[in-house]
């Protein structure tokens, strides 16, 4: 709901009704932007957090610094208040944004893992915000954000440490343990798997030491650019500006109508994608991602470029649906795939430390999203802010045929042999 926070409010708080009074559009943007500046060097906190005091430890210390944030909102009077509520909610959220895909990949079995590490879970706080932005007064609103951390916080107490963690800290009796808790009480499974993960025992790395070995410089290549072309993919000016791109283009659908569309289409397509990735693996949903996601924004484009200059009521539908081809063509793929891929690709004793590189990275990205496309929207006209993705998803079909590798099905433990033999500069991996 961090994410989806802006776009259903944008409307009311541009309004005379506002709670902090009217704003405009630029510092609306900095509500989106602002809580990804102090993600970038947060990331970093986290991650040390997760190495040095365990995944669940980490995932807790996302919970208390949301519900302050939270807090902040319900009652905020002021623009400042409001900066600074965005800012703790959105920094603790964005920051422990990859921790979940990381805690999975630690505890399920791999035939399943592609299916749980899947984001829909955020496709659905992403549909409770359009939803309940639109029924809601702002302050009702917040009280609903402020549920969530409430609610995630006291579940997390219930989980076990993964057992890989453990296992790196050689605590081998709280790792079986965490094992039975994990596999159903199955004393056989649990000591198979004990036994891989002793057998794969590994050195913790320094920050440095981290790009020593081939297998993490290449993890951490592949993980950087595939955030790097999710983030650029169109999908953050889509989910932070919805209602005013539909307002702009002249929808016939009210701009409230359009973005808990857009919620529900994305979440359908990536509840299909976490049935479907570990079937037909993880490169097919990235060609199928990127190919049409190219193709609908360049359409979109065309009829946002050719809209300033003729009059075209008569396809006002097209922004509707191409936009929401994107979000189905995004759900399918690119809002799964690279955070599957990253934590399965990327060692457990230096996942935290590639996590929050990646994490920082998408960030730097996300800001520049955010904040540019109040400035091409007013300089160059709304079909720049999407002819530039178009572009950008052109070339994360090279990306995916030149340097992901495939690792639907493989354990742990035979993605790190996959990686350290596979030749640079290949995406043919078996």
Known sequence: MVVGWVSP???????????????????????????????????????????????????????????????????ATSKTQLYVGRVINGFSALCGINLAPMYLSETVHESIRGTLMSTWPFEVGLLMSYFFGKILSYFWFNCVVLSVPVLYTVLIFFLPETPYYLVTKSKQDEAYKSLLWLRGGDERVAKIELEKMQGREEETLSFVQTFKTRQTRLALVISVFAFFFQTLSGIHAVLNYSSLIFEEAGSPLSPDDSSILIAVLILCAAF??????????????????????AVNLAVLSCYLYFSQRYDLQNLSWVPIMCVSLFVISYGLGLTVVPSVMTNEIAPVNIKPVVSSMV????????????????????????????????????????????????????????ISDLLNGQPRGTGKCP
């Not at 902090?20 to 630029?26: D, E, K, Q, R």
């Not at 990804?36 to 997760?50: D, K, L, Q, T």
């Not at 994608?273 to 996601?293: A, M, P």
């Open 359 to 414: 994490c920082s990275s998408a960030m730097v990205l996300v800001i520049l999203v955010v904040q540019s496309f109040p400035f091409l929207d007013q300089h160059f006209g709304l079909y720049s802010c999407f002819a530039i993705p178009a572009v950008v998803n052109f070339f994360g079909l090279i990306y995916t045929w030149w340097i992901v590798p495939e690792t639907k099905g493989k354990t742990l433990s035979e």
């Open 272 to 293: 299909v994608c976490t049935i479907l990735v570990d079937k037909f693996g993880r490169k097919f949903w990235l060609y199928f991602s990127f190919i049409f996601c």
């Open 9 to 75: 409010l944008s409307l009311d708080l541009k309004s005379s009704n506002s709670p902090v009074g009217s704003m405009t559009l630029h510092e609306i943007s900095l509500l989106a932007s602002f809580p990804n500046y102090f993600a970038i060097a947060g990331a970093f906190v986290y991650a040390f957090i997760a190495r040095k005091f365990g995944r669940k430890i980490s995932l807790l210390c996302v919970g208390a610094p949301s519900i302050v944030g939270a807090l902040v909102l319900v009652f």
